[in-house]
Each structure stands twice: as structure tokens, then as C-alpha cells.
């Protein structure tokens, strides 16, 4: 079946970047899309960005222009994201999740990542 | 501030009928039929329940109906059953964004 499997929970000081992983399995990972979104805790969902595999083309939030990067590696099927310079507001649970070409809704999603920044 | 707007809470007993509403503008709800729903329960991941405003996945239950009218699209859960307690949170497609979720509503079973 269709899953997506994040890398585990990241704890890191203000300034610093962090690099979350999605290993996807069950689909042809560069048909897709794969988006991020974010969870503040006790919040709702943020959309983050997405990445076109085939082109590495990637849309990103507003907020986060310049701060974050998308990317892809297709040999082993995984999609990254890497926030910089980060602050404490960006303490969240980081989600991947798949788009079908020609479709705009979000399934599967990855278990989550927590970040935690803190000093 | 979420783009789309949702009640912070409703409240059902179990076998009755509830329905989430999501406002948003002329600039996503109102300009696409890309609605989509997730049911979220504490530390879980979302799940899709509703797509194209009123699509269901396979496997998810005929309890869960979706609908829109103008900028305001809704998501219906009848038959209350104690499992639907969960967040719920509307996306949407946007000219702008592209991408807008909702600020959640939590749903309890009385």
C-alpha cells in the first residue's frame, strides 16, 4: 500500500537548520507530488510547500521563502525538507504528504516529525 | 490567522447528525470544487475523509458527506459514533496561497 515513512524527532538550538526526511513506497514516487505541512503544538495545519519530483520544481509559502528548500532524491524514493535559521516558532510537527497529479488533496500522510528548537 | 474560518467546536450525541462549516472567500472556496476534509485524532497523522468537496476515499464511511455553496463549503457526519471524536480541518486550493487549511474544529461525543 501507499506509505510514507518520516525520519524521527529532531531537537535543535535557534540559528541552526534541520533536515527532515519522507521515504515514500507503494506508488511511483516521481509521478507525485510531495507537500509539507506543519503543526504547531496545539494548533491547526500550516501548508509549508511541495516538489514536483520529475522537474524538481517547488512552491513554497510565503513565510518561508528563503528559509527553506525542498528536495528529492528519486533513486531511493525520498523526498527531504530543510528549514533554516530556525527559530522557536518553528517548533512543530513537520508532515509529509502525497498529491496525485491532477488532484489537490493530501493522501496518504507521513507519521510526522517533531522539531523542537529550543536554547 | 487561518485563511479558512471553522468553528473551534461542536458537540454531538452518539447516532445524531453534525455538520462543520468552513468560510472562506472568493479566492479559494469560491473559486475551485478542490474542498478537501481530514479528520485528525490526538497524535495521529490527518486522514483524508472528503475530496473535490463531496468525494469519499474508498473506505472511508458513507456517515461522511461534504458540500459547498458560495464560499462556504460544510462536512456532515450523521450517525454519531464515538470513534468521530477527532480535530477536523478543511483545506482548500487558493489562487494565491495555493494551499489554505482551515483553523480546525473539535469534535466531541457527548
Known amino acids: 500500500q501507499v506509505q510514507l515513512v518520516q525520519s524521527e524527532a529532531e531537537v535543535k538550538r535557534p540559528g541552526a537548520s534541520v533536515k527532515v526526511s519522507c521515504r515514500a513506497s507503494?506508488?511511483?514516487?516521481?509521478?507525485?507530488?510531495i507537500h509539507w505541512v506543519r503543526q504547531a503544538p496545539g494548533k491547526g495545519l500550516e501548508w509549508v510547500g511541495r516538489?514536483?519530483?520529475?522537474?524538481?520544481?517547488?512552491n513554497y509559502a510565503q513565510k518561508f521563502q528563503g528559509r527553506m528548500i525542498l528536495t528529492s532524491d528519486t533513486s531511493i524514493n525520498t523526498a527531504y525538507m530543510e528549514l533554516r535559521r530556525l527559530r522557536s516558532d518553528d517548533t512543530a510537527t513537520y508532515y509529509c504528504?502525497?498529491?496525485?497529479?491532477?488532484?489537490?488533496?493530501?493522501?496518504?500522510w507521513g507519521q510526522g516529525t517533531p522539531v523542537t528548537v529550543s536554547s | 490567522q487561518s485563511a479558512l474560518t471553522q468553528p473551534a467546536s461542536v458537540s454531538g450525541s452518539p447516532g445524531q447528525s453534525i455538520t462543520i462549516s468552513c468560510t472562506g472567500t472568493s479566492s479559494d472556496i469560491g473559486a475551485f470544487n478542490y474542498v478537501s476534509w481530514y479528520q485528525q485524532h490526538p497524535g495521529k497523522a490527518p486522514k483524508l475523509m472528503i475530496y473535490?468537496?463531496?468525494n469519499r476515499p474508498s473506505g472511508v464511511s458513507n456517515r461522511f458527506s461534504g458540500s459547498k455553496s458560495g464560499t462556504t463549503a460544510s462536512l456532515t457526519i450523521s450517525g454519531l459514533q464515538a470513534e468521530d471524536e477527532a480535530d477536523y480541518y478543511c483545506?482548500?486550493?487558493?489562487?494565491?496561497?495555493?494551499?489554505?487549511f482551515g483553523g480546525g474544529t473539535k469534535l466531541t461525543v457527548l
Open positions: 483545506s482548500s486550493y487558493t489562487i494565491t496561497s495555493p494551499w489554505v
Open positions: 473535490d468537496v463531496s
Open positions: 516538489i514536483n519530483h520529475k522537474s524538481g520544481g517547488t
Open positions: 504528504a502525497r498529491v496525485t497529479v491532477g488532484t489537490t488533496c493530501f493522501d496518504p
Open positions: 507503494g506508488y511511483s514516487f516521481t509521478d507525485d507530488y
